[in-house]
C-alpha cells in the first residue's frame, strides 16, 4: 500500500534531479534537433503533428538560440537541489 505522507519519498525527488540533469545534457549535445529531424522531413511533419511533436520542435528551437546555456545552467542548478534533497530525506529517514 503506498503511503501518503511525501516526506518519505526521497526516490521521487533524487528521480527528478536526474531527469533535469538529463535534460540540460541534451541541450549541451543538441540531441533535442536529432531527435526532431527523425520527424521532420522537408518542413513537413511525418505522422500528423502531435503535443509532443511540438514540445520538441520548441525545445529544438530554444536549443538552437542564445538562452540554451542559461538554460542549461538552470537545469544542472534544479538537478543539484533536487538530488540533494533526497539525499536529505533519505539520511533523516
Request: charged fraction near 25%; charge should be positive; include cysteine.
Amino acid at each position: 500500500m503506498r503511503k501518503n505522507n511525501k516526506e518519505d519519498q526521497w526516490h521521487e525527488e533524487i528521480f527528478i534531479g536526474v531527469i533535469f540533469a538529463i535534460m540540460g545534457v541534451m541541450f549541451l549535445f543538441d540531441c533535442y534537433s536529432k531527435l526532431a529531424s527523425r520527424f521532420i522531413h522537408d518542413g513537413n511533419i511525418e505522422g500528423g503533428s502531435t503535443k509532443q511533436k511540438g514540445i520538441i520542435a520548441l525545445l529544438t528551437t530554444l536549443e538552437n538560440s542564445w538562452w540554451t546555456y542559461i538554460l542549461v545552467a538552470v537545469l544542472f542548478l534544479l538537478a543539484f537541489a533536487k538530488i540533494r534533497e533526497g539525499i536529505k530525506k533519505y539520511k533523516s529517514k
